[in-house]
């Protein structure tokens, strides 16, 4: 089984950046696909990012692609959201999540969740 603990989240000024860290812990990280999923307010949980198991394949939602990458770092066993330009409609609570095999866009599918990291956007 892998734990995930994301970190990084924070109050930005529309137009920064943050980066959002989740570690991993357990002897499966290498072989699980990752994804960064989030939720707003009163909204429903959303799939933001996710990489695949050998860190060469990411995909985005629309709604953040070019301004948002998701890395992998296999010696930490860390995946990074790294997010440039952010805008209010960012404000969420930032989940990683992790499952075995190829990535997928379906929470429903990931088996792993970390505790959640709150980013506000101001405007």
């Known amino acids: 089984q892998v734990q995930l603990v994301e970190s990084g989240g924070g109050l930005v000024q529309a137009g920064g950046s943050l980066r959002l860290s989740c570690a991993a812990s357990?002897?499966?990280?290498?072989?699980?696909?990752m994804g960064w999923f989030r939720q707003a307010p009163g909204k429903e949980r959303e799939f933001v990012a996710a990489?695949?198991?050998?860190?060469?394949?990411?995909y985005y939602s629309d709604s953040v692609k070019g301004r948002f990458t998701i890395s992998r770092d296999f010696t930490k066993n860390t995946v990074y959201l790294q997010m440039d330009s952010l805008i209010p409609e960012d404000t969420a609570v930032y989940y990683c999540?992790?499952?075995?095999?190829?990535?997928?866009?379906?929470?429903?599918?990931?088996?792993?969740w970390g505790q959640g990291t709150q980013v506000t956007v101001s405007s």
């Open positions: 357990g002897r499966t990280f290498s072989a699980r696909s």
């Open positions: 990489i695949n198991w050998l860190g060469g394949s990411t």
């Open positions: 999540a992790a499952k075995a095999g190829a990535t997928s866009r379906q929470q429903s599918q990931y088996d792993a």
